[in-house]
């Protein structure tokens, strides 16, 4: 009965082990630590006991080692074992002998084996606890698949594939997301609290860090680092602008982040309850960057204050609705993604009769359309309204090719 109960013990936790996921080896230690500790309250030390424990017939034996002593020198029943003792065993035991017998741990009694239990049970909740903590430190930034378990008022409660508890809050779920108990959903892992041993993770799904992730893995080139994500600004599920550049001359990092008729980009989409996702160029002109983050709308001319990171944008009347977007959103994604204050006027200096220097495209090179962009010359008046040295510095451009610039955009007016 005895050897039944230790077998049935070991067996008890190779199951919390599967269940837990907690390596046997580690198993092992962990009841073989138990198992001295027990012992040392006992006897008042373990070190002359042998524990073997075997994990493949789930059972373990327990040694203990003692000198044979004259029968009227036993001074430590434990450390020693009596000359008329020791021959009851084996009649050849001798005076300084060493005998070892095997121990039956559950004759130590009913409180040694429960004490024993409980000992195990905390440690390998302890262990659980610290082997979620170390898997999911190093996963803060990426994204992880789980399981709907429980869906609360204030947040919702999923499990991964080994049983461990994941929060995703309200305040990190977009506003258009429903969830339904047992589908599987997609989130990036933002935060792993462990306050008293007790491993908390939290989820998010609307973190610029899982839309990032998203486009890795929908977007080959970035995923591979020849496209990188330089600036996100988001407000989820309503709209968001992605600010790509290449580094190879060959990839059109916008159209690769869209893909072929939208089908890489519409993936996004959707897993983010069909939020409107703005892919532009990046650049280090700052100029051209707030141009290209206020598209669709067309600025006229813009005027920069790098000091406090401002920018006066002036738009044809046409085009103020434009930059302003739907709800005030595109000149605040425009402001969040370029980190610039951004304040739109309406042009009056320029009449109906201006016209953007991209028409020119075929009397004047592209790039010497964009230089003259660059300093903040979107139309032919804006051009012409500058002093003529002012836009070869400016624009670094040579004297001959502002001369036929000035001539062209002239000819233009003049013929009108």
């Known amino acids: 009965m005895a050897r039944r109960q230790e077998v049935n013990m070991i067996d008890t936790f190779a199951e919390f082990k599967e269940n837990k996921n907690i390596d046997r080896t580690t198993l092992i230690s962990i009841l073989e630590e138990a198992f001295r500790n027990v012992i040392s309250k006992m006897f008042g030390s373990d070190e002359n006991y042998d524990i073997i424990i075997n994990p493949d017939k789930g059972d373990f034996e327990i040694w203990r080692n003692r000198e044979v002593v004259p029968d009227d020198n036993l001074t430590d029943s434990n450390l020693q074992i009596t ?24 004759g130590f009694g009913r409180r040694a084996v429960l004490n024993l239990r409980q000992a195990l049970a905390s440690k390998i909740l302890e262990l659980q606890k610290d082997s979620v903590y170390t898997k999911y430190k190093d996963r803060v930034g990426q994204i992880i698949s789980a399981e709907v378990y429980q869906i609360w008022k204030k947040e919702i409660l999923l499990l991964d594939d080994e049983d461990n508890e994941l929060i995703l809050p309200k305040s990190e779920q977009i506003p258009g997301d429903f969830f339904r108990k047992n589908e599987t959903r997609r989130a990036v892992v933002v935060k792993v609290d462990n306050q008293n041993n007790n491993p908390k993770i939290i989820l998010s799904r609307t973190s610029n860090l899982f839309m990032q992730r998203l486009f890795e893995l929908e977007v080959p080139e970035i995923h591979d680092g020849l496209i990188t994500i330089k600036r996100i600004a988001r407000i989820p599920g309503e709209r968001a602008k992605v600010a790509v550049e290449s580094y190879d001359d060959r990839i059109d990092p916008v159209g690769a982040c869209v893909g072929m008729k939208g089908a890489r980009i519409h993936g996004i989409v959707r897993e983010l309850c069909n939020e409107n996702i703005d892919v532009v160029n990046y650049t280090a002109n700052t100029a051209l960057f707030i141009q290209r983050a206020l598209s669709p709308a067309k600025i006229s001319s813009i005027k920069i204050h790098d000091t406090d990171k401002k920018a006066e944008v002036y738009l044809r009347p046409e085009e103020v609705s434009l930059a302003i ?30 016209i953007y220097l991209d028409e020119f495209s075929d009397e004047i090179e592209a790039w010497v359309i964009e230089a003259l962009k660059n300093i903040g010359c979107y139309t032919a008046k804006n051009v012409l309204a500058m002093n003529r040295d002012e836009i070869i510095e400016k624009a670094d451009l040579e004297e001959g090719t502002v001369d036929e610039v000035l001539t062209i955009l002239k000819a233009e007016f003049e013929e009108e």
């Open 83 to 106: 000359l008329s003792e020791a021959q009851k065993i084996d009649s050849d035991y001798e005076v300084g002998e060493e005998i070892t017998d095997e121990v039956n741990f559950a």
């Open 325 to 354: 977007g739907k709800g005030g959103l595109n000149i605040k994604l425009a402001s969040m993604l370029t980190e610039y204050t951004i304040d739109v006027f309406r042009d009056v200096d320029i009449d109906g009769e201006d």
